[in-house]
Protein backbone atom coordinates (compact mmCIF):
# COMPACT_ATOMS: atom_id res chain seq x y z
CA UNK A 1 0.00 0.00 0.00
CA UNK A 2 1.79 3.20 -1.25
CA UNK A 3 1.24 5.92 1.01
CA UNK A 4 2.97 9.82 1.55
CA UNK A 5 4.83 10.95 4.39
CA UNK A 6 5.17 14.77 5.29
CA UNK A 7 8.38 15.69 7.32
CA UNK A 8 10.16 18.79 8.19
CA UNK A 9 7.58 21.11 10.40
CA UNK A 10 8.29 22.41 13.12
CA UNK A 11 8.34 25.97 15.43
CA UNK A 12 9.65 29.03 13.87
CA UNK A 13 10.03 32.67 14.73
CA UNK A 14 8.65 34.61 12.41
CA UNK A 15 10.38 35.75 9.27
CA UNK A 16 12.16 32.45 9.96
CA UNK A 17 12.20 29.39 7.33
CA UNK A 18 11.30 25.64 6.48
CA UNK A 19 11.50 23.08 4.13
CA UNK A 20 8.66 20.48 4.36
CA UNK A 21 9.33 17.23 2.27
CA UNK A 22 7.02 15.04 1.05
CA UNK A 23 8.36 11.60 0.37
CA UNK A 24 6.05 8.41 -1.21
CA UNK A 25 7.09 4.93 -0.55
CA UNK A 26 5.45 1.97 -2.15
CA UNK A 27 4.92 4.10 -5.20
CA UNK A 28 6.87 6.16 -7.90
CA UNK A 29 6.23 9.92 -7.73
CA UNK A 30 6.93 10.25 -11.37
CA UNK A 31 3.64 10.20 -12.54
CA UNK A 32 1.89 12.25 -9.63
CA UNK A 33 0.94 15.79 -9.48
CA UNK A 34 1.32 16.77 -5.92
CA UNK A 35 -0.49 19.26 -4.31
CA UNK A 36 0.42 21.17 -0.79
CA UNK A 37 -2.63 22.02 1.58
CA UNK A 38 -2.58 23.22 4.86
CA UNK A 39 -5.35 23.87 7.72
CA UNK A 40 -5.17 26.15 10.56
CA UNK A 41 -7.44 25.35 13.98
CA UNK A 42 -11.00 26.31 12.93
CA UNK A 43 -10.91 26.86 9.71
CA UNK A 44 -11.05 24.51 6.52
CA UNK A 45 -8.10 22.83 4.41
CA UNK A 46 -6.51 25.35 1.73
CA UNK A 47 -3.98 24.81 -1.18
CA UNK A 48 -0.88 26.25 -0.63
CA UNK A 49 1.14 25.04 -3.68
CA UNK A 50 0.93 22.31 -6.42
CA UNK A 51 3.40 21.09 -9.03
CA UNK A 52 2.41 18.55 -11.94
CA UNK A 53 3.94 15.06 -12.54
CA UNK A 54 6.47 16.40 -15.40
CA UNK A 55 6.16 19.64 -17.39
CA UNK A 56 7.71 21.74 -14.00
CA UNK A 57 4.24 23.80 -14.12
CA UNK A 58 3.80 24.85 -10.96
CA UNK A 59 0.63 26.72 -9.03
CA UNK A 60 0.65 28.57 -5.40
CA UNK A 61 -1.96 30.53 -3.20
CA UNK A 62 -1.67 34.33 -3.56
CA UNK A 63 -0.82 34.62 0.02
CA UNK A 64 2.42 32.42 -0.63
CA UNK A 65 3.38 34.22 -3.79
CA UNK A 66 6.97 34.98 -3.62
CA UNK A 67 7.30 33.45 -0.36
CA UNK A 68 7.26 29.78 -1.08
CA UNK A 69 8.50 27.33 -3.49
CA UNK A 70 7.85 23.79 -4.31
CA UNK A 71 9.56 21.93 -6.50
CA UNK A 72 10.37 17.99 -6.73
CA UNK A 73 13.31 15.56 -7.03
CA UNK A 74 11.76 12.15 -8.54
CA UNK A 75 15.49 10.82 -8.25
CA UNK A 76 14.58 10.59 -4.38
CA UNK A 77 10.75 10.35 -4.85
CA UNK A 78 10.45 13.63 -2.73
CA UNK A 79 8.57 16.56 -3.73
CA UNK A 80 9.34 19.75 -1.19
CA UNK A 81 7.47 23.12 -0.48
CA UNK A 82 10.57 26.18 0.45
CA UNK A 83 8.74 28.06 3.11
CA UNK A 84 10.56 31.60 3.34
CA UNK A 85 9.43 35.18 5.25
CA UNK A 86 7.67 32.86 7.48
CA UNK A 87 4.34 34.67 8.78
CA UNK A 88 1.94 33.84 12.23
CA UNK A 89 -0.84 33.35 10.25
CA UNK A 90 0.99 30.32 8.48
CA UNK A 91 0.86 28.36 11.32
CA UNK A 92 -1.11 24.99 10.37
CA UNK A 93 -0.89 21.51 9.91
CA UNK A 94 0.77 20.72 5.95
CA UNK A 95 -0.60 18.13 4.11
CA UNK A 96 0.40 16.68 0.73
CA UNK A 97 -1.45 14.99 -2.06
CA UNK A 98 -0.97 13.15 -4.36
CA UNK A 99 -2.89 11.81 -7.81
CA UNK A 100 -1.66 10.14 -11.10
CA UNK A 101 -2.08 12.96 -13.48
CA UNK A 102 -0.10 14.77 -16.40
CA UNK A 103 -2.42 18.01 -15.32
CA UNK A 104 -1.67 20.68 -12.99
CA UNK A 105 -4.19 19.49 -10.01
CA UNK A 106 -5.66 22.98 -8.28
CA UNK A 107 -8.64 21.40 -6.14
CA UNK A 108 -8.42 19.59 -2.93
CA UNK A 109 -11.45 17.04 -4.29
CA UNK A 110 -8.49 15.94 -7.12
CA UNK A 111 -6.47 14.54 -5.24
CA UNK A 112 -6.10 10.81 -3.82
CA UNK A 113 -3.51 10.45 -1.86
CA UNK A 114 -2.86 12.16 1.50
CA UNK A 115 -0.65 11.97 3.94
CA UNK A 116 -1.14 12.57 7.52
CA UNK A 117 0.65 16.07 8.16
CA UNK A 118 2.89 18.04 9.17
CA UNK A 119 2.85 21.13 12.01
CA UNK A 120 4.39 24.19 11.40
CA UNK A 121 4.43 26.41 14.05
CA UNK A 122 5.13 30.67 13.83
CA UNK A 123 5.95 32.37 16.66
CA UNK A 124 7.88 34.64 18.80
Known amino acids: QGQLVESGGGLVQPGGSLRLSCAASGFSLDYYAIGWFRQAPGKGRERVSC????????GYADSVKGRFTISRDNAKNTVYLQMNSLKPENTAVYYC?????????????????WGQGTQVTVSS
Open 51 to 58: IDSSEGRT
Open 97 to 113: AGRASVRLLTQLSEYGY
